[in-house]
């Protein structure tokens, strides 16, 4: 019995001295401990800066390339899309377009991450000549949430697209 609470003191002792190296090894370092120009401050934070995974899809002999007109964004501001499409057949084409725009919310109240919904979508089509491009310029007429990781995707086709998919995640930070 004399061993036991030795043992059980033993195992205690290996126990904090274990959690106490993980967390010495496993902490960031001075994290966004940064003064001047790279500091991070609510005003940086707030801002949304989007990327384009893929910026160009390729379906049916056209070229199509998205992007968008700030390279970061506020809360509240609606994004203008820039989309080129240009025909590199020898023939003039009807082109479908699909973008649209997802969110899901960054503040999980579960376990699991939130789904993403649709909040905004258009559908277009251009008519293109042989070899011309086309510059359409779309404006969003949802808001820039402060609260979500939005999304664009586009697709080429007139149905609903065949699994091309262009994203441009765009992720808030509080």
């Not at 964004?73 to 609606?78: F, I, L, T, V």
């Not at 939130?114 to 007429?141: F, P, Q």
Request: a negative charge.
């Amino acid at each position: 019995m004399r061993n036991l609470g030795k043992n059980t003191l033993s195992m205690l002792a290996i126990a904090a001295l274990t959690m106490v190296a993980g967390l010495a090894v496993l902490a960031p370092q001075y994290a966004d401990a940064a003064d001047g120009e790279g500091a991070k401050t609510t005003e940086t934070l707030r801002k949304v800066t989007p990327e384009i995974a893929v910026p160009t899809l390729k379906e049916d002999g056209c070229t199509i390339t998205i992007k968008t007109d700030k390279e970061s964004y506020a809360s509240g501001e609606k994004p203008i899309l820039t989309i080129v499409i240009t025909n590199n057949t020898d023939k003039s084409i009807d082109k479908g377009i699909n973008v649209s725009m997802s969110g899901r919310d960054l503040e999980s109240r579960s376990r699991m991450p939130a789904m993403a919904r649709v909040l905004w979508k258009d559908s277009r089509t251009v008519t293109l000549a042989a070899g011309e491009s086309k510059t359409l310029t779309i404006e969003t007429d949802t808001k820039v949430s402060d609260s979500q990781a939005i999304s664009f995707h586009l697709g080429g086709n007139k149905d609903g697209g065949n699994g091309d998919v262009v994203e441009k995640p765009i992720s808030i930070e509080n």
